[in-house]
């Protein structure tokens, strides 16, 4: 029996006894030593390598990817990944991925490193509490830093903009914030730009902030000339974004993260979104509105008092009341609160007081030009006392300000009526007939020129040059033979003879002739007398 319990506690049994411990103890400090297992869903595993990528936290190695595979739908890759030992803080619901390699973009060309060392899976802790294992990359960088202090907002627009991520945001000229994310909504029509500005200027956001689109180069009319604004370099390569309070407005309480402003297709519109508070009234217009805009400036002698809200007015009308685009509404507002400092008072219901006796007495709301190269135009309030005016109690529930024909369409209609008239003028008839002139002109200046030809060919005869003193000579002759004739002279007395003379042998003549007109033959033959002829009396 002795014999039999030797052989079971024999020594050589320790021994893989001792390489099972050993192996037991190296597995158990390898799994001490390295640190969770995550999954990292990613579009497209360009660019990495199982074994070889590097996971990495402010260019610090953290973990790498064991494996790569698709998904189990297929429409993605899953990175496996281990962690090296003590990241588990690092792995919250918040944390974010994405892949580091060579980019071109707007912003530049980022990611260079990578062309040598290869890409790599940066993690950006979060600030979460609740751990997580599995995640989903960023298709791009993130663009602001997590650790960046400042505030985001929300920014609504339904205006075409070329604002995509990482476009700056600027206040005076100074870049103070990003474009993080652009959301486009198909129910809304509308886009979603979420923004972060940056610490400490993240200060400047209150309630009373505007914000505007600022193109690079953009030009604007106005009636003293052309307006030409010139942004930052990076807004001449697509688009960026500008904040500021509008001049005159109280800069109000500061806000807080994520508020919502509504995004304004220029700076001048988000000003004049300041003066939002007014009368609204509809115009009733005989002409034609081609120029006239929503946002166009309502005009009292040279002061902006209101804004046109909409052109044409669109409502609905009742069946058998609507007037068929015999006038053409318009919807106006007028906005006391632009006359603060030139009045007392910018209380409304005072104003729809003072506007109600302003129409007794000829306020009236007319059409002018305010650039005609453009054919921008702008309502126009003033006294017309005297004119007939386009009036009505309401219109579609809203106020109706009385309207007169602008002067500048009546100008159209009489530079239309002069064009008609210019038109129906036989302008052909006229041309062809001056051409014929022109050719006739052009025969007459050929045959002037050939008698300049011959008139020159004769002075240039030997002895033109005495044909003046000949001339002269005889003049000289013909003035003497002239004065041997005056009155009193021998010749003159001579001459009035014979002229007697002549006129007592044309009396004497005169029978002869007369007979001879009777009878040619009275020369050669005896002339007969006639017998006088004796008068008839009438039956």
Do not use: C
């Not at 000229?173 to 979603?192: L, M, N, P, Y």
């Not at 000003?271 to 946002?295: K, P, T």
């Not at 009275?522 to 008839?536: C, K, R, V």
Request: no cysteine.
């Amino acid at each position: 029996m002795t014999h039999w319990t030797r052989k079971l506690v024999s020594p050589i049994w320790l021994v893989p006894i001792l390489a099972a411990l050993v192996a037991g103890w190296m597995v158990w400090q390898e799994r001490d030593q390295s640190g969770p297992q995550i999954i990292v869903e990613i579009k497209d595993a360009e660019g990495l390598q199982a074994g070889k990528t590097a996971v990495r936290v402010r260019n610090v190695d953290v973990g790498q990817v064991t494996q790569i595979k698709l998904s189990s739908n297929f429409e993605s890759a899953e990175l496996h990944i281990e962690m090296n030992a003590d990241t588990g803080g690092m792995l919250v619901e918040d944390s974010q991925f994405w892949v580091v390699k060579p980019r071109i973009g707007r912003r530049g060309i980022s990611g260079l490193n990578t062309l040598l060392s290869g890409a790599y899976v940066q993690l950006e802790p979060g600030e979460s509490k609740q751990p997580r294992d599995q995640f989903t990359a960023l298709e791009q960088p993130p663009v602001t830093d997590g650790d960046t202090q400042g505030k985001r907002i929300v920014l609504n627009s339904d205006s075409a903009a070329n604002i995509v991520v990482g476009d700056s945001v600027q206040y005076r000229g100074v870049t103070v914030g990003t474009v993080e994310q652009v959301d486009f909504s198909v129910e809304a029509r509308a886009t979603t730009y979420h923004v972060f500005i940056k610490s400490p200027y993240d200060e400047l956001l209150t309630e009373n902030t505007r914000f505007w689109l600022q193109r690079g180069v953009s030009f604007r009319w106005k009636p003293d000339g052309v307006d030409v604004s010139v942004g930052s370099v990076e807004s001449l390569l697509g688009a960026g974004i500008s904040f500021g309070v509008p001049n005159g407005q109280p800069v109000g309480e500061p806000l807080q993260e994520m508020a919502e402003f509504k995004l304004f297709a220029s700076q001048e519109e988000a000003e004049q979104q300041g003066y939002a508070r007014g009368i609204e009234y509809v115009l009733l217009l005989d002409e034609s509105v081609d120029g006239l805009v929503a946002g166009s400036p309502v005009m009292f002698k040279g002061i902006r008092v209101g804004t046109v809200v909409e052109v044409p007015f669109r409502w609905q009308p009742e069946a058998g009341r609507g007037q068929p685009l015999r006038l053409i509404p318009v919807l106006i507002r007028y906005e006391p609160d632009r006359l603060e400092g030139l009045v007392a008072s910018t209380d409304l219901e005072r104003w729809r007081q003072y506007l109600g006796r302003f129409f007794e007495q000829g306020l009236r709301a007319s059409i002018r030009a305010s650039n005609i190269l453009t054919n921008t135009l702008y309502v126009d309030l003033r006294f017309y006392p005297d004119e007939e005016a386009i009036q009505q109690d309401t219109f579609a529930g809203y106020p109706v300000m009385p309207t007169i024909v602008s002067n500048f369409s009546r100008l159209e209609e009489k530079l239309n009526s002069i064009l008609d008239t210019l038109n129906n003028l036989p302008l052909n008839q006229s041309v062809n007939q001056f051409t014929e002139a022109m050719a006739s002109t052009d025969d007459t200046a050929e045959q002037i020129q050939a008698l300049t030809e011959q008139v020159k060919k004769i002075i240039e005869q030997p002895g033109w040059e005495a044909l003046p003193q000949s001339l002269e000579q005889s003049v000289n002759r013909l003035n003497g033979i002239l004065a041997d004739f005056e009155s009193g002279s021998a010749n003159r007395e001579q001459l009035d003879r014979t002229l007697q003379n002549l006129e007592s042998m044309s009396r004497d003549l005169k029978p002869l002739v007369e007979t001879l007109r009777r009878k040619p033959n009275a020369l050669l033959f005896n002339t007969e007398a006639e017998d006088d002829p004796e008068p008839q009396a009438k039956d």
